[in-house]
């Protein structure tokens, strides 16, 4: 698989820290670049008794999930996401909309491959306020992050 053939990734959660990126990544996550962009058509959920969230197609929903369109991927960092990310998350092929261009942008997002358990809408800014370390502390991890306790 050539560079040309890797999808940008759209970063919704936990990702979107650049505290988590350096965890991940190490000196890989300089080699993104990242363009703030959005998504519709979709909910963002706390995922019940974990530090990290979900994302579930709406497509009634007509509010943005915020987040970063990322570049700059090679194999050797999609590889690190996918550990990363776990057996719970794979890659599926959406839409997103970066905001500054105003153009759709076919990409991927992790999404969850079974029903999860979650609980209220998981807000970003909150996250970082109130449970970043909490997910530092009992969820992280490189080779695949903890499921829920």
Excluded: H
Excluded at 33 to 59: E, Q
Excluded at 89 to 116: D, G, Q
Excluded at 126 to 140: Q, S, T, V, Y
């Amino acid at each position: 698989m050539n560079k040309s053939k890797i999808l940008p990734l759209f970063f919704y959660g936990t990702l979107r820290s650049q505290e988590v990126r350096d965890a991940v990544l190490d000196k890989n996550a300089n080699k993104l670049i990242l363009s703030d962009a959005y998504l519709i058509g979709f909910k963002l959920f706390k995922v019940k008794n974990a530090n990290y969230p979900l994302i579930i197609k709406d497509t009634l929903s007509k509010k943005p999930i915020l987040g970063y369109l990322v570049k700059g991927l090679d194999k050797k960092i999609i590889r690190q996401l996918d550990l990363f990310e776990g057996d719970n998350y794979s890659r599926y092929k959406v839409y997103a909309y970066e905001t500054k261009k105003k153009i759709k942008i076919s990409c991927e997002i992790y999404m969850p491959n079974k029903s999860l358990a979650y609980t209220d809408e998981w807000i970003f800014e909150d996250w970082c306020k109130l449970n970043k370390n909490n997910f530092f502390e009992i969820d992280f991890s490189k080779k695949g992050i903890l499921g829920p306790r």
